[in-house]
């Protein structure tokens, strides 16, 4: 892309930081993408962490305290979003369940699964 | 329930399981005569030469159209040791389990190697459901299609070798051993041809013995193949090396599936050939998609979870339900015999 003769360095970064501004704020998957890129530590406004939250990370961890502060404060519609598309639960298996019995199932199943496909070896 | 906190078996034996089930089941209708009657299962080979073509998806989703359309009970039989269908039916930890409790293949093929006689149905898992309505039908005492499972294990493979080693040094050869694995398996097997429909033999993708012992107990062969050159050559191997080896007459025997399908040009031309100028003679089941709804349905959450089949298949449920239409017909082809629909 040739540069415009009509833009300072600066001028010109900006607009790309600008798109770049725009977009996290309207994508928390790509803002927490390159949040871990760059190993920081952020906080994701409630509507957001449906989107953003790893059950499988979270409980590889190995923290059950810090797994359950993250869903807890969440909607049951939004731990039901994230069992579905963590592939943790399906419709059946949530129905008629509390917010804390969701919890703890998405938990207990999250651990099964990284207990299984984690090497014991590295 | 086991130490692991995972009930894997809800009946006592896959004997028990099936003849149960039985009653709603026998619903084989003779062509010629018009009788309903109970037809001997046919065993089915999920095979091919070549690895990553769909085999294990294949034969969940056969199990499970055939259980859910059909009201089949089925057996699937896991002889691939990298267990990928009886990880999709019982899950991980449901495999394991499985193996802590003694059933598996790995473990009637040490009964073999022990010299004991030949029976499986005690090592067969008898419920390998996953479907939300087959489990409440059986719940309610109205089974309307099964699926039991003796469940694979990398043990497998080393059990196997174990035993090739021992073999081969009694001056035995791989075909001396393929054929008493088969002649072992046709007797352990033989008293569940009467209380299964279908069963369902998932082949690991090379001829170890024990994989030639499944493809010798087989009456069909289903083999999933993908659109692209180097599939369609390993299709030409297989169908040789059986048509060689096992049977001459595989073109009547052979239902073929294209699974994986992207839809680009180049895909459409390979599949258009395999059909009329490679494999003409073969009956084809229906194209599956690529499509992560066939990668989510694969995955089960838990051993205790259940989904509804529109649950589970999504956007390929159509695909499933072709497939089980389309070889049922086959199976009425080979078999004179007919299954009713008992669900749409």
Known sequence: MAEDPRLTPADYLDRFFDELRLEVRSNPKLAARLVKALGGNVVFADE?????????????????????SVFATMKPSQVKRVMRENNLATSVDMAGKNVSQLIDMMFERATSKVSERRSSVF | MTASGVQVNTLTSATAAASEGSQVQRMAVDWRSGETRRTPAVMSAIANLKGGVGKSTTTVMLADGLSYFYGMTVLVIDLDPQANSSQMLLTERGVQAASDQGKGAHHLLA????????????????????????????????????????????????REMGLEEDWYSRTG?????A??????????????ETLYDVI???????LSPLARAGLALSNVYITPTIADSVSTWGTKQFSEWIGTHVAPDLAERNFVLI?????????RQVASDLRDVYLKDRWFGPTI???????????????????????????????VRRLAERFSDFLAQRTGSTWQKIRD
């Open chain 2, 259 to 267: 699974t994986r399908f992207r839809d680009t040009r180049y895909a």
């Open chain 2, 179 to 192: 054929k008493s694995l088969t002649d072992y398996f046709r007797t352990a097997f033989a008293p569940l």
């Open chain 2, 111 to 158: 009964e073999f190697v022990a010299g004991r006689p030949a029976s499986a149905a005690p090592f067969i898992m008898p419920n390998a459901v996953s479907l939300e309505e087959l489990r409440v039908a059986e719940e309610q005492d109205e089974r309307r299609g099964w699926i039991s499972i003796l469940p694979s294990h990398p043990q497998l493979r080393l």
């Open chain 2, 200 to 206: 369902l033999i998932d082949c690991p993708p090379h």
């Open chain 2, 173 to 177: 050869t791989p075909t001396s051993l």
């Open chain 2, 289 to 319: 998609p690529e499509s992560v709804h066939v990668l989510n349905a694969m995955d089960r959450p838990a051993y205790d979870s259940y989904n509804t089949f529109r649950g589970k298949y999504g956007g390929v449920k159509q695909d």
């Open chain 1, 48 to 68: 957001a962490k449906a989107d953003v939250a790893n059950p499988y990370a979270l409980a590889a961890s190995g923290s059950k305290s810090r797994f359950y």
